[in-house]
């Protein structure tokens, strides 16, 4: 049994420890709220862009470009998005472990061509000792979100797309839902996937900080969209279909095309550093919660045996007065 003085020194350890993570809570909290605030004003926006143009793209038949025609895979490329540091519970370790698997399915495909875009020092580290082709490297935007740098990556890629470098462009992230769930999600770049939109999750709670069974139990009862419905009990489809092109449609898609590419970029590069600071949050509560646990039961053990060897010491004492 070990002696008074170290289980002393353990429960000063233990409530330093305790100290330390309950900050970094703290500070990880803040950071998730200025976090969940630049969604909020960004994602009306890029949701309904989004949404419009693929719908017109589903809907007009002139509406053809290079961008939504999907071709035969040769060259492939990923843009994988993870943190600078760590200390929050496994989002790195799920995004690198998701990374080698799709660059597996490749490879099982017979496309050993293919390009990693890292968005994060932890990506960037292991795909460069896993030997993968890493262009370039982009760990300040992990940290401090900048849409001028994502508007530079985007017309890279499709650069390259368009001239035939690459056949398919992915994204690997997780997806922020709440500050208790965040989905890894791997989601197609280019070609613009069309039939995508329809399957898309836009369920949301980007008002509380507070990751709680009952913030999913929210979620999944709110996971059924609600379709608008008319006088006459007919459902309401999101959007027309039947649009009126101005000027020319090809002077339309030069414009909106760009700016999809760059707003579902930096959309995912904002639901990734939320769901880092989620992620940190809820491990650092873990953390705080163990620590709590541990005290207790040191300081449960700190008092049997204080209580034992005061027990010791006075039996000692009657024994020698009775021997005496």
């Known amino acids: 049994m070990p002696s008074l003085k170290e289980i002393k020194g353990r429960i000063a350890s233990v409530n330093s420890t305790r100290k330390i993570t309950s900050a970094m809570k703290m500070v990880a909290s803040s950071k998730l709220h200025h ?8 994602l009306p926006y890029e949701t309904m862009l989004e949404h419009i143009l693929k719908s017109f793209l589903a809907a007009e038949a002139e509406a053809q470009t290079i961008f939504d025609q999907p071709r035969p895979v040769k060259r492939a490329a990923l843009l994988v998005f993870s943190s600078n540091s760590s200390l929050c519970g496994g989002f790195n370790a799920n995004i690198i472990k998701r990374m080698q698997q799709v660059v597996a399915e490749y490879r099982e495909q017979g496309v050993t061509d293919v390009e990693v875009y890292p968005i994060g020092r932890k990506v960037f580290e292991k795909a460069k000792k896993l030997g993968y082709d890493v262009q370039g490297e982009f760990s300040a935007l992990a940290d401090k979100p900048n849409v001028r740098q994502c508007i530079d990556i985007a017309m890279e890629l499709g650069k390259k797309f368009a001239e035939g470098q690459v056949d398919k462009v992915e994204l690997i992230y ?12 791997r989601k197609t770049f280019l070609p613009i996937d069309i039939e995508e939109e329809l399957e898309r999750d836009h369920e949301r709670d980007l008002t509380t900080v507070v990751a709680t069974k009952e913030s999913q139990e929210y979620l999944k009862r709110n996971r059924k969209k609600k379709s608008r419905v008319n006088a006459e009990g007919q459902e309401v489809p999101p959007l027309n279909d039947n649009f009126i092109v101005e000027p020319d449609m090809n002077t339309v898609l030069s414009q909106l095309l760009p700016k999809l590419a760059h707003l579902m970029l930096y959309t995912a590069l904002l639901d990734s550093v939320a769901s880092e600071h989620a992620a940190r949050m809820v491990a650092m509560q873990t953390a705080t919660d163990n620590a709590d646990e541990l005290l207790r039961q040191l300081n449960l053990q700190y008092n ?4 034992q060897s005061i027990t010791n010491e006075l039996l000692d004492i009657v024994g020698g007065s009775v021997n005496n």
């Open 174 to 185: 997780h997806h922020f839902k709440s500050a208790g769930s965040q989905v890894l999600t």
């Open 35 to 42: 976090a969940q605030v630049a969604i909020q004003n960004m």
């Open 304 to 307: 049997k045996s204080r209580q």
